[in-house]
DNA sequence: CATTTTTTGCGACACGTGTCTGTTATTTGG
DNA sequence: CCAAATAACAGACACGTGTCGCAAAAAATG
């Protein structure tokens, strides 16, 4: 009611920006028009509420004039309907939620970026959340509750008590995919080919002559990394060799908190144990930068004593010395696959449930590695 | 009208889950109660919605049994009051807006990490919009439709088209704060005092008797990096020396795409020009490894021939060999000091312009700077 | 049982939007 | 100038919430 007094005769806040333009006359401040609702436009143009409402959302049979005249003052005030009331009333929140697992890994925070600007590219905000301090089944429901159309997974989500929530979100109609590895039947992944990735790695190192290798990350503990396993014992398999022997883990690996120290202290580990292997593969390139710096440090060369493989094709990889050979992350093809993945889903109406896509790894050869020294 | 019905005697979306019951009878999917507003949640415990909200909002005069059991139900649940119903009714957001400049640097997305964990902790939820894309002005805008209560830039934004927009905020008493130098006198600017950080890197190189210092990333053309500029000049002209002769330029730098890239190619600039330095200071860390990786190749060592200073204290710093000289970002504390300010504002309901803090920077002195070799 | 106190119920309102229905104003065509 | 067509309006509704005033029921007290 006072707003709308307000309103007949003067633009709401007038008399603070006049105030605000006594107490420092330096800047004019053009006495800008502010709107905020349509019911403010409405008056403004001297339109009733329902026709400005029609312009705005294109309906037909109303005079070009006073589309123009509504337009333009859209385009000078910036004017856009109140998001929340639509969402209140039932319609789509354009929200997506993404659920980040760690801002830590810096892959995973391109492909955030690249799943960001795609989303938003087809009008659709993200709702990032990450579940570093938080509880699954909170975040869930927050997700819901905020009414986001669907849910991305970006990064290694290695909970399995995340299962639940999935299948939560499924029966409350709300899409998702994941953009690596998860262990659970129902979800919808659309992710690397890890397995073919380390299958090339193998190969490479193989054809190398090698015939130990170290793993610096990758261990059949954990789930999500059972795929690169597979990988490098099919194809050591291949080749009639007993992956039990070939493939050399550390009893108890440290803790991850940095990845290069995670890599120095690796090399440390695998140097002073017994049967070295004479090459390495690691879960990224951080790994693999501090494991050729800890190597160094103790006198070997890579890749003339060891050769050493990373993962995600970094930066880093690309110009550290020596360059380091790994499998790229194909990080735009991902976020591409898994934001199609779920439009299509949105379009369509319907929820998917388990399905997967594998998408084709890409070896690159750098300075890294290099025949076999026995 | 139609729920309504639905709900007397039967949960919503019953017959649903029942089907979906008999087409896999695997999991048995325990008919979980679904509550998606008070007038449902009422409905279940058979009291009244007024009530019941009284229960949700904590008011006194209602008896414990009837607040047990509806908690117990809010529990069982996980329901929460529709956050865009109470937005809508002029309720605090309890949202703020982080504006990121990229997503490409990992120091600003440290920093933006920290910053969401910390609005996190105090209840707010972050909406995270990059300008990598978009118009500032379209942002903004959206910021304030969004309803958020207040707006954190995190990363460098050097767009001087953002100062209007700042004003706007200001204007609609939307709370901001820098978390970086923004180069507009109503700004609000909580960081490194990064002169303060080349000083003492200046003065560093000026103990090892360097007297020409190379100059990677930092410009007076970009008005953010003029305090950088500032401290290595107030460090030479305390010791008499003319900053126009010891600093050195490259004159077309390349573009900034990658880092390494940056750096290595800055290196190659310098080694082949005239008035070639012993020292440089770099603006991160990543162009400092691939400076030093550029001299490297060049067959100049490290510090051997010539010395090189980070920015950051990034783990890159830490592990690369040599380990680098650097100035640490103070992540943590200015992200901290940043929250607080913008929450200090939010709890007074006051709106600051125009205020700025300074946090001590620290140089990190490691393998990267050695004495002048001349 | 009567009276007081405590607890709950009921209905309404506001927030901003899009849409619907019936009605009125304006423009167009002859 | 009149009839027909077109355009605009006014008012209502739903979305879900918290709160308010008032009435009614339940409980506690004498």
């Given at each position: 009611?006072?707003?709308?007094?307000?309103?007949?005769?003067?633009?709401?806040?007038?008399?603070?920006?006049?105030s605000?333009?006594f107490?420092?006359?330096?800047?004019?401040?053009?006495a800008?028009?502010?709107?905020?609702?349509?019911?403010?436009?409405?008056?403004?143009?001297?339109?009733?509420?329902?026709?400005?409402?029609?312009?705005?959302?294109?309906?037909?049979?109303?005079?070009?004039?006073?589309?123009?005249?509504?337009?333009?003052?859209?385009?000078?005030?910036?004017?856009?309907?109140?998001?929340?009331s639509?969402?209140?009333?039932?319609?789509?929140?354009?929200?997506?939620?993404?659920?980040?697992?760690?801002?830590?890994?810096?892959a995973?925070?391109?492909?955030l970026?690249?799943?960001?600007?795609?989303?938003?590219?087809?009008?659709?905000t993200?709702?990032?959340?990450?579940?570093?301090?938080?509880?699954?089944?909170?975040?869930t429901?927050?997700?819901?509750r905020?009414?986001?159309e669907?849910?991305?997974?970006?990064?290694?989500?290695?909970?399995?008590?995340?299962?639940?929530q999935?299948?939560?979100?499924?029966?409350?109609?709300?899409?998702?995919v994941?953009?690596?590895?998860?262990s659970?039947?129902?979800?919808?992944?659309?992710t690397?080919?890890?397995?073919?990735?380390?299958?090339?790695?193998?190969?490479h190192?193989?054809d190398?002559?090698h015939?130990?290798?170290?793993?610096?990350?990758?261990?059949?503990?954990?789930?999500?990394?059972?795929?690169?396993?597979?990988?490098?014992?099919?194809?050591?398999?291949?080749?009639?060799?007993?992956?039990?022997?070939?493939?050399?883990?550390?009893?108890?690996?440290?803790?991850?908190?940095?990845?290069?120290i995670?890599?120095?202290?690796?090399?440390?580990?695998?140097?002073?144990?017994?049967?070295?292997p004479?090459a390495?593969v690691?879960v990224?390139?951080?790994?693999?930068?501090?494991a050729?710096?800890?190597?160094?440090?103790?006198?070997?060369a890579?890749?003339?004593?060891?050769?050493?493989?990373?993962?995600?094709?970094?930066?880093?990889?690309?110009?550290?010395?020596?360059?380091?050979?790994t499998?790229?992350?194909?990080?735009e093809?991902?976020?591409?696959?898994?934001?199609?993945?779920?439009?299509?889903q949105?379009?369509?109406?319907?929820?998917?449930?388990?399905?997967?896509?594998?998408?084709?790894s890409?070896?690159?050869?750098?300075e890294?590695?290099?025949?076999?020294?026995?």
């Open positions: 009611m006072g707003v709308g007094v307000c309103l007949t005769g003067f633009p709401p806040g007038l008399n603070r920006r006049v605000h333009f107490l420092k006359k330096i800047i004019p401040e053009p800008r028009l502010t709107i905020r609702t349509t019911a403010e436009l409405a008056k403004h143009v001297g339109l009733s509420r329902a026709t400005v409402s029609r312009i705005l959302n294109g309906h037909s049979g109303i005079k070009q004039k006073n589309i123009e005249r509504v337009m333009r003052v859209v385009d000078e005030t910036g004017f856009s309907p109140n998001p929340y639509n969402i209140l009333r039932g319609k789509r929140s354009a929200t997506i939620a993404v659920y980040l697992s760690s801002f830590k890994q810096h995973v925070v391109q492909k970026a690249d799943v960001v600007h795609r989303l938003a590219k087809v009008g659709y993200a709702l990032i959340e990450t579940a570093e301090n938080a509880d699954h089944a909170d975040i429901r927050w997700i819901m905020m009414r986001a669907g849910v991305i997974f970006v990064g290694q989500h290695t909970d399995s008590g995340l299962a639940a999935v299948r939560e979100l499924a029966a409350a109609g709300v899409p998702h994941f953009t690596e590895n998860f659970d039947a129902k979800a919808n992944i659309v690397l080919d890890r397995t073919q990735g380390l299958e090339l790695a193998a190969n190192l193989l190398l002559g015939r130990r290798i170290g793993l610096m990350g990758i261990s059949d503990k954990v789930p999500v990394e059972v795929a690169r396993l597979i990988g490098l014992r099919r194809a050591l398999e291949a080749r009639k060799l007993d992956p039990a022997s070939a493939l050399v883990s550390v009893g108890d690996p440290p803790a991850r908190v940095s990845n290069m995670f890599g120095r202290e690796m090399a440390q580990r695998f140097a002073s144990g017994p049967r070295m004479t390495f690691t990224n390139d951080e790994i693999a930068f501090g050729i710096e800890g190597f160094r440090t103790l006198g070997l890579v890749p003339g004593n060891v050769s050493v493989i990373g993962f995600n094709n970094e930066d880093i990889a690309k110009f550290a010395s020596p360059s380091i050979t499998i790229d992350a194909e990080i093809a991902t976020a591409a696959a898994a934001v199609d993945f779920l439009l299509s949105l379009l369509k109406g319907v929820v998917i449930s388990a399905r997967s896509r594998l998408l084709p890409r070896l690159v050869v750098r890294s590695t290099g025949p076999a020294n026995r």
